[in-house]
């Protein structure tokens, strides 16, 4: 959630710290702002919604747009409300009396370092916690008159987990830093310029070696020079730095409306490269596992959120079925509070394609204390979870920038599927004769993610009818339950649309009642799997007048409309193909409704408060 800059160095810094802002726009987009200085005064642009207004305010100042701005030290953000709403006001960087911050994350104990600052005499104009900071700061440097102790004296007071950048007049032309339990990345480049950011996009094409800090780690960034602490001491040596990626190609539209479509057609290309090395002849490898790892493990249990958690689901079903071990799927941030009875006999493995889902951090950090082995299947490699997991594995979909998520479903599925076959061999439960068949149709998936044309032009054209009524039910039995479950998120996160996903067995238990010519009815069919059942299941909606939408490689009459999938040997290709008609269907509803496909309101691409 929220995304921070920040940059020292000769060139335009307004620019920089937009171009870096519109790279982490997708994090969250309820406001943004800038704090920018030069000889030791600041300057301050601050906007409601998307970096475009925040651009117009900066740039309608003449020093702007002539270019004759000389600011060398800033700092900027991007904003996904957590307290306050968004105004100008709560939107940072905020303002003390002589210092600017900006913060990703929550402060815990704000209320009360907010209550102990009003008594000293402190002034707070926001609603959010991340104004304590620049106060406390103050407070400190007013009594120490030396900032570096007065940061340190102020993040020893903070509770929660933030990543925190903080300029200051008492001491211009540096930037203080802390990472805590959400991510933060310095980098630098030959001219000796440096660049800060909550992920790396924006520091590709800027500079080459960054280091992506570990929690607890503090520090200040100079021009020419970066000095790193924790807890009071120096760190230099523990310090990693790495190259970074020179192209930023790979994160642009490609001439699709949306990231969302770019990303959907990319899938069938991406597990392409999820299964790269990892399929060979009759055998999956997984590398990134020592050969023991698995060794009396007699349980899998997955935790994740939202569509990671629907893929988890997918994946219980593929444990239990291919490698006969006993599976459990949690909602990390249910998980993480029921106070859970472990056995360090269950592997324990979280999804995320961020890895910095605040729930499934903690979900991960809960099972690695109860001595379970911890897998994180993610896309994002040294993101947060992937530095508490003993195993990562990764999922390789490239940059995921719609907030729906697509291409990280897919390659999470994919690697579930993978990860049941090879559990099952190393377990000894599958059978040769069924691993190798079911290699033949991992092998073969691709192509049943290549978008048929047709069926896109169906769905915008479906798009039309299924813009209204009273809502929507996505049914499915078996795996196609999870991916009713997908198609109904997909749905309601994108068009604002009411949806659900339910298992088409449960809908005479109670849902049905709501069935009538005002409901619509997604109904996933597939061939190879319970189709009589499902189709029973239907059947019930159309006699109680409930619009159908039919997803089948079989005609069904009956139904109002009707997609046709291919024919095919296996239920998870009719998976693959399915899932992408629901993220086409639901991102068609959701252009004809004139919405922003790719930042939906509300959401944030990346969940880092619990
Ligand atoms: C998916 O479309 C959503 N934006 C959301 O449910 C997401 O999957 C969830 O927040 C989990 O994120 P993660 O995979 O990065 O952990």
């Not at 490239?398 to 479903?409: Q, R």
Request: aromatic share 10%; glycine share 6%.
């Amino acid at each position: 959630m929220c995304g921070i800059v920040g940059y020292i160095g000769k060139k335009d810094i307004n620019k920089i710290l937009l171009d870096g802002l519109k790279e982490l726009e997708y994090r969250g987009y309820d406001s943004a702002g800038i704090a920018t200085m030069s000889d030791g005064e600041f300057k301050e642009y601050k906007a409601v919604g998307k970096i475009k207004n925040l651009e117009k305010k900066i740039y309608q100042t003449s020093e702007t747009k002539n270019n004759t701005d000389k600011s060398s030290t800033g700092i900027g953000h991007t904003r996904w409300a957590t307290h306050g709403k968004p105004t100008e006001l709560n939107a940072h960087p905020h303002l003390g009396d002589y210092s600017y911050v900006v913060h990703n994350g929550i402060i815990e104990n704000y209320k009360e370092l907010k209550d102990e600052l009003i008594q000293v005499g402190k002034k707070f104009v926001s609603q959010t916690d991340t104004e304590v900071i620049v106060h406390l700061f103050e407070y400190y440097f007013d009594k120490l008159n030396d900032s570096k102790k007065a940061f340190d004296a102020t993040i020893s007071r903070l509770q929660g987990a933030y990543s925190i950048l903080l300029i200051t007049q008492a001491q211009p032309d540096k930037i203080y830093f802390i990472k805590l339990g959400s991510p933060l990345a310095i980098a630098t480049c030959s001219d000796g310029e440096y660049y800060i950011a909550s992920s790396q996009s924006p520091l590709i094409g800027l500079a080459n070696s960054v280091t992506y800090l570990e929690d607890g780690i503090s520090g200040v960034v100079y021009e020419n020079k970066v000095e790193f602490f924790e807890k009071n001491k120096r760190v230099t040596n523990d310090i990693k730095w790495q190259d970074l990626p020179i192209s930023k190609l790979s994160a642009q539209k490609d001439g699709f409306r949306f990231f969302m479509e770019k990303e959907t057609y990319e899938q069938s290309s991406v597990i392409v490269d999820t299964m790269m090395g990892r399929i060979k002849d009759d055998e999956i490898v997984f590398d990134e596992f020592d050969s023991d790892f698995l060794k009396n493990i007699d349980g899998v249990l997955i935790s994740a959120c939202g569509t990671s958690y629907h893929a988890g689901l997918t994946g219980s079903y593929l444990f239990e079925r291919l490698s006969k071990i006993r599976t459990q799927v949690e909602v990390a941030s249910e998980f993480r509070y029921k106070q859970p009875l472990l056995s360090n006999k269950t592997l324990f493995i979280a999804i995320s394609q961020s890895g910095e889902t605040a729930d499934t951090i903690e979900a991960l950090k809960m099972a690695k204390k109860a001595g379970l082995k911890t897998v994180v299947v993610c896309n994002v490699d040294n993101s947060s979870m992937t530095r508490v997991a003993d195993v990562t594995i990764l999922l390789r979909a490239g940059i995921e920038k719609g907030v729906a998520s697509t291409k990280a479903f897919s390659t999470q599925v994919t690697v579930l599927w993978m990860l049941s076959l090879y559990i099952g061999k190393q377990i000894k439960t599958i059978s040769n004769k069924l691993l190798k068949s079911e290699i033949k149709a991992l092998r073969e998936t691709p192509k049943y993610l290549i978008i048929d044309e047709n069926i896109h032009q169906k769905c915008q054209r479906l798009s039309k009818r299924y813009l209204h009524g009273d809502g929507f039910f996505f049914i499915g039995r078996d795996v196609f339950y999870p991916l009713s479950l997908e198609g109904a998120l997909k749905l309601k996160e994108i068009s604002y649309i009411h949806a659900q996903g339910y298992p088409a067995g449960e809908m005479k238990h109670g849902p049905i009642a709501l069935a009538d010519e005002k409901l619509f009815t997604i109904a996933l069919m597939p061939k190879g799997l319970l189709y009589e059942k499902t189709k029973s299941n239907v059947q019930e909606l159309i006699a109680r007048d409930s619009v159908v939408l039919s997803i089948s490689p079989i005609s069904f009459k009956l139904a109002d409309d009707f997609i046709k999938t291919k024919d095919s040997e296996h239920y998870m290709h009719e998976f693959f193909e399915m899932l992408v008609v629901l993220q086409l269907f639901s991102m068609e509803v959701a252009i004809r409704l004139g919405n922003d496909v790719d930042m939906p309101r509300n959401l944030a691409k990346s969940v880092t408060v619990e």
